[in-house]
């Protein structure tokens, strides 16, 4: 399985590339900086230096070329200004979907955050601006005749993975580690589990495959 990953360098997206080189899969990681490329190689996965924020859909979808699936784990990242919520946070992850819709890539698996909904739509705080800038990139993707599936993780943690995790459309706010949010993608892409659902993501007690085959 061929599986194009926007956002390559992030913390979660090195641990799935290295989950899927090592299940035989085939990453490949979009990244923007090319000084990032050995940490990608260490991964297993292959590099493909390429700017989000300036790139055409057609640039994006010769990377998409013959991908079984595509990943959004691509972020503007803690201290970014509003403007690149929107550019990197919302514009990348259509981008991407338009991407795939063009390259013909069936499968699309975006990483969100929880409760990017409950926005405040008159707030200029930057964080309800970034969860503005998912609600609606989330919103796009749903409307695409694409294979989609929507996570939207709580906070992110670099703990060791417990392979246990909550899920469900809404579930009370809590903590995740980056690793099991890597382990829940690998999972859906490798079962196909969670097709056109989206569902919000933290640490609980049931094994991650028997969490996402409960997801209706």
Do not use: C
């Not at 989330?138 to 993780?153: E, F, G, K, Q, Y």
């Not at 899920?167 to 892409?189: F, N, Y």
């Amino acid at each position: 399985m061929r599986v194009v990953i926007a956002g390559g360098h992030g913390k979660i997206a090195l641990i799935l590339e290295r989950l899927l080189a090592e299940a035989g899969h085939e990453p490949v990681a979009i990244i923007r900086n090319p000084d990032h490329r050995a940490d990608v190689d260490a991964t297993g996965a292959a590099a493909v230096v390429l700017d989000l924020e300036e790139a055409s859909v057609d640039e994006v979808g010769q990377v998409l070329k013959n991908a079984d699936a595509a990943v959004f784990a691509a972020g503007a990242g803690p201290g970014s200004s509003a403007e690149r919520k929107f550019t990197v946070d919302r514009d990348a992850a259509i981008l991407l979907a338009d991407a795939a819709e063009a390259a013909g890539v069936p499968r699309l698996v975006v990483v969100s955050a929880i409760a990017t909904d409950r926005f405040d739509p008159d707030s200029d705080d930057i964080f309800q601006l970034y969860l503005r800038a998912k609600s609606e990139a989330d919103a796009s993707v749903r409307s695409r005749d694409l294979d989609w599936t929507i996570v939207r993780p709580g906070g992110l943690t670099n703990e060791p993975g417990t392979g246990r995790v909550r899920a469900g459309a809404s579930v009370p706010r809590g903590p995740i580690p980056r690793a099991d949010v890597a382990a829940t993608i690998a999972a859906l892409l490798e079962t196909g589990a969670a097709s056109r659902t989206q569902f919000e993501l933290v640490s609980g007690d049931h094994p991650i495959d028997e969490a996402l085959a409960a997801l209706v």
